[in-house]
């Protein structure tokens, strides 16, 4: 094996570390996506190069070919998987735990449209279910005030009731004569 191969699969082996720290921390899935894919380009690329080291090209070469189909279409499916799971989580949820939507999209390329409908859709939802909160809430409010207002009515009355028997009674006490005794 001669040394550049030795050092082109160390700079490789390297690589795929660093792809692999950045699955591990990504701060986003996107960012994790996207590592992935790195970690699956540099895969292929060992697999080329252990091929030529190794001096058996056509069998590693078949696989590597195999290996990078898949390492272009997982990247793709994931990105979808995800977006429909964000998509859920606004729907089911009703409002998102994030105030606004963030920027997911693609600033070019295929996915772009794609992306910025998606956002502009995600957008419109969150305003509709934002304003459907605000308008149950005022609503409950008005029938709570209504709901206080009718019971310190009824206190009131329940009040002056009492105080109109009372007064009555005095009012009996004082018309009654002291009654004597027959004995």
């Avoid at 990078?68 to 799971?85: K, Q």
């Avoid at 005022?138 to 009718?150: D, I, M, N």
């Amino acid at each position: 094996m001669s040394t550049f191969l030795v050092i082109a699969l160390l700079t490789v082996a390297i690589l795929i570390a660093i792809g692999l720290y950045r699955v591990w921390a990504g701060p986003t899935v996107f960012d994790r996506l996207i590592a992935v894919a790195l970690v699956s380009v540099n895969g292929v690329v060992v697999l080329v190069l252990l091929g030529v080291a190794l001096e058996r090209p056509v069998l590693l070469f078949d696989i590597a070919l195999g290996f990078a189909l898949l390492a272009f279409l997982l990247p793709i499916t994931l990105g979808r998987y995800f977006e429909a799971r964000m998509a859920r989580e606004v729907v089911e949820d009703g409002v998102s735990s994030r105030d606004t939507p963030t920027t997911h999209t693609v600033p070019h390329g295929l996915l772009a449209d794609r992306g910025r409908a998606f956002e502009q859709r995600l957008a419109q939802r969150v305003r509709r279910q934002a304003a459907a909160t605000r308008e149950q809430s005022l609503s409950r409010g008005v029938e709570e005030r209504r709901q206080v207002a009718e019971d310190d009515a009824v206190r009131a009355g329940d009040e002056r009731r009492a105080d109109e028997r009372r007064a009555e009674d005095e009012l009996r006490a004082e018309d009654v004569p002291p009654a004597e005794d027959e004995a």
